[in-house]
Nanobody
Framework: VQLQASGGGLVQAGESLRLSCAAS????????MAWFRQANGKEREFVAA????????YYSDSVKGRFTISRDNAENTIYLQMNSLKPEDTAVYYC????????????????????WGQGTEVTVSS
């Protein structure tokens, strides 16, 4: 299983980025997926999650209203559209797939995720 995250970069505050996470060796349409991020010196934190068919989505309070998670199961890819970026959004962003198919709890636990992408770096300057 390989998750390939891409789309990160350096932007100014207020600008947008779109992250992608393409999967190989895993049929994403059976799995809930999520984005996490980790800033320097901080723990990895949850950003957004989407269930296997896109009918259920969760966001962290810090990104709600600015970020949108979506998926294209035909392309075996998930996305994170990030608008109105802030310097505090600066982090390495990771996509992850749940260990179990058709599993999407309301409580997001890192231990429930079995596959992780390599991370893509997002830097937002003020």
């Amino acid at each position: 299983v390989q998750l390939q995250a891409s789309g990160g970069g350096l932007v100014q505050a207020g600008e947008s980025l779109r992250l992608s996470c393409a999967a190989s060796g895993l049929t994403l349409r059976y799995y809930g997926m999520a984005w996490f991020r980790q800033a320097n010196g901080k723990e990895r934190e949850f950003v957004a999650a989407i269930n296997w068919d896109g009918s259920s989505i969760y966001y962290s309070d810090s990104v709600k209203g600015r970020f949108t998670i979506s998926r294209d199961n035909a392309e075996n890819t998930i996305y994170l559209q990030m608008n109105s970026l802030k310097p505090e959004d600066t982090a390495v962003y990771y996509c992850a797939a749940y260990r179990r198919n058709y599993y999407f709890p309301s409580s997001i636990q890192i231990a429930d995720f079995g596959s992780w992408g390599q991370g893509t770096e997002v830097t937002v300057s003020s």
